[in-house]
């Protein structure tokens, strides 16, 4: 007898159905999964099997095929555990119910749990277009899963309770989405706590308003990583298509916590500087998301970056520009969305004084040359914002002066980027760092002696036609944040003073 349940696969960002098909014939006992399974699939057998004999069943005893289709498709993980041994049990007639509008994903422990599985939350969107009614998933990913509306998601504890509910029995009731504020991060600290640093505020209040990059130079203690872990604290809040689509990846990378439905607090990723080119752009045999993607919708701070490697860093100049990751294998292509702000942080030489107004740098020349060359010119032209943090004086430090909140940051930075999402309105473009080439004119409006100013400045400083565009980019930034529709002289002399700080560093000694 051949029956038929149905599950999901997942390859990349996108999900695939699955149908598994379960026969018994006469034969030499045996138990053989085809349709291109892979290694944790294979290992099924003797999960299920067990499952099946500590839950009360019985095992048949005779040549048993299981078949994943579409068989040209590559399908990997232990969430076939589930469908499988609903499939063996219905061929078997130990269990007689209709399963036609249900998906059904979970690993089985050889007791009849059902564990966790990764990427639920897209497997629920595509099940939902596909016309299932309901899908029975591990407990743990039931609250994903329930953010997709017209869906009945039901959450499975165990083998038991599922048939129970399969039968009639015993119903499980459908979970539902926790609309509650999940975050993925613990709680930003507030900018409150910084003294001085007045520039570099407002250099990382126009980067969180526009989405911009940011390079923060500074010597040792000067503040650097204070700054930059604080930046989530001021980042506008999420509209729910970011919300869906940054769970989504989390979802694939196995990184949401239990019982959470959406990531609603906008990531901050900050990788160790040892990490390999592929733990940032994502990899594997079946290829993963990376932190650049798990930092999508969010931030990515590289600390130290010149300790990073040459490979890793030059890893991140075509995601940053276009905003998607492609990882190429063998068996396929897949694409991850990495939309990130890049934040990163680094001494100005290896000793960390070099341009200290007070503490003498011990670096020879050719020192500083070798630790500022490891930055790249292609990476630094991709970063928007330069700013020199220097070293805090004892009387800010020491000042009683209440500096100004994050929550007040906040609100102007939401103030913009509520202007940017009404005039970026069905064009794609979700924060002015992502304007494309061929819509500058359109969105950053100049009057003549703004463009004068721009073009001297462009001039000067012999930027290039990339540093041009991210230039104008910030100045619509700033604008905005002032509320002028149209771009003016003071915010192209704004702009342009966070691009000169490689020509005090790099251009000096290289």
């Not at 990339?466 to 100045?475: E, M, P, T």
Request: with cysteine; hydrophobic share 40%; net charge neutral.
């Amino acid at each position: 007898m051949v029956s038929h349940v149905y599950s999901m696969g997942l390859y990349g960002m996108e999900a695939f159905p699955v149908e598994v098909e379960a026969d018994l014939s006469q034969g030499l006992p045996s138990f053989e999964v085809v349709g291109l399974p892979g290694t944790a699939v294979k290992e099924s057998r003797d999960r299920v099997r067990s499952a099946i004999k500590n839950c009360g069943y019985e095992f048949p005893v005779s040549r048993i095929t299981v078949n994943l289709a579409p068989a040209d498709q590559k399908k990997e993980g232990p969430l076939y555990d589930l469908p499988v041994l609903i499939a063996l049990l219905k061929a078997s007639k130990q269990l007689d119910c209709g399963t036609d509008d249900s998906v059904f994903i979970g690993e089985l422990s050889l007791t009849g749990e059902v564990r966790s599985v990764r990427g639920v939350l897209p497997m629920a969107i595509e099940a939902k277009k596909r016309g299932f009614r309901r899908i029975f998933v591990p407990c743990d990913n039931a609250a994903e899963g329930a953010v997709v509306k017209g869906l009945d998601v039901f959450p499975v504890k165990n083998l038991p309770e599922l048939l129970r509910h399969l039968t009639g029995a015993e119903a499980i009731s459908p979970a539902s989405a926790n609309e509650t504020e999940n975050l993925i991060s613990p709680p930003a600290a507030d900018f409150a706590d910084v003294r001085g640093q007045l520039q570099a505020k407002r250099a990382l209040e126009i980067a969180a308003a526009g989405g911009h990059n940011v390079l923060l130079v500074g010597s040792p203690g000067s503040g650097k990583s204070m700054l930059a872990k604080r930046l989530p604290s001021i980042l506008p809040d999420m509209t729910f298509e970011e919300m869906i689509e940054t769970t989504k990846i989390h979802s694939i990378a196995g990184a949401i916590p239990p019982g959470v439905s959406l990531i609603r607090t906008r990531p901050f990723r900050a990788p160790h500087h040892t990490v390999s080119p592929a733990g940032l752009s994502g990899g594997g045999s079946i290829p993963r998301p990376g932190e650049i993607s798990l930092a999508h919708n969010g931030v990515l701070f590289l600390d130290e970056l010149p300790e990073f490697s040459r490979g890793a860093m030059e890893v991140l100049r075509q995601p940053i520009e276009n905003g998607m990751v492609t990882i190429s294998r063998a068996g396929g292509t897949v694409s991850y969305p990495c939309s990130v702000m890049l934040v990163a942080a680094m001494n100005p030489c290896p000793c960390g004084y070099f341009g200290h107004p007070k503490r003498r740098c011990i670096c020879s020349p050719q020192a500083v040359t070798r630790y500022l060359s490891r930055v790249s010119g292609p990476l630094l032209d991709r970063i928007d914002l330069h700013i020199e943090v220097p070293p805090v004086e004892f009387d800010e430090l020491s000042s009683d002066e209440k500096a100004e909140s994050s929550a007040e940051i906040r609100k102007r930075v939401n103030a913009a980027r509520a202007i940017q999402n009404q005039r970026f309105h069905g064009t794609g473009i979700t924060c002015n760092a992502r304007i494309t080439p061929d819509r500058l004119r359109e969105f950053c409006p100049m009057s003549e002696k703004s463009r004068n100013l721009l073009k001297t400045a462009f001039e000067r400083l012999g930027l290039s036609a990339r540093a041009y565009d991210r230039v104008l980019k910030v100045c619509r930034t700033i604008a905005d944040l002032d509320g002028s529709e149209t771009i003016e002289p003071q915010h192209i002399a704004e702009a342009v003073r966070y691009r000169s700080l490689d020509r005090k560093y790099w251009l000096k000694e290289l």
